[in-house]
């Protein structure tokens, strides 16, 4: 945070956010902080993350529409979603909010927490750890994130 408000003069609520959201990687702080897409990207991924156990099949697949304008962001998108998974599972083990780096979204965590086992987060991650694999390997891309929105929405309800 304060090397990317010093060196880059990123202001301090940005630096903040790319900070926590980089995962201590200072590339991808510098590269979160920088980019002007970085906010719509995280506000698209909570839509879809919010309310996926609410979402019609078609819907979460139109989700995938979004994604697949950004091609060459959906590492980032994966990424931004594996922290979600990673809070509802912290705030699940812990009850602890201070852990929890979606603050704003505390309450929808708390909620996802309560509905989802930790063996179908355990399914979540591996399905977004896969997808990240399918990805680098080639395989269609609509198919690969499909794959992955699925078995997110399959996991959601318990």
């Not at 990207?41 to 156990?53: S, T």
């Not at 891309?141 to 959601?156: G, P, R, S």
């Amino acid at each position: 945070m304060e090397l990317l408000m010093e060196t880059y003069q990123v202001p301090d609520y940005l630096a903040r956010t790319a900070a926590l959201f980089s995962g201590g990687n200072v590339g991808k702080a510098i590269k979160y902080a920088s980019s002007e897409d970085f906010g719509k990207m995280k506000d698209d991924i909570l839509h879809i993350l919010k309310y996926i156990d609410e979402m019609q099949t078609y819907e979460v697949i139109s989700g995938l529409k979004t994604l697949s304008i950004s091609k060459n962001n959906i590492e980032d998108y994966i990424d931004l979603m594996l922290l979600w998974y990673r809070d509802i599972l912290v705030y699940k083990a812990t009850q602890d909010p201070e852990l929890v780096l979606y603050k704003e979204e505390l309450s929808y965590i708390r909620e996802q927490a309560k509905k989802i086992s930790y063996e179908n987060i355990n399914n979540i991650i591996n399905a977004m750890e896969k997808a990240k694999i399918r990805l680098k390997a080639n395989v269609n891309f609509d198919i690969a994130i499909e794959l992955m929105l699925l078995k997110l929405k399959e996991n959601c309800n318990g």
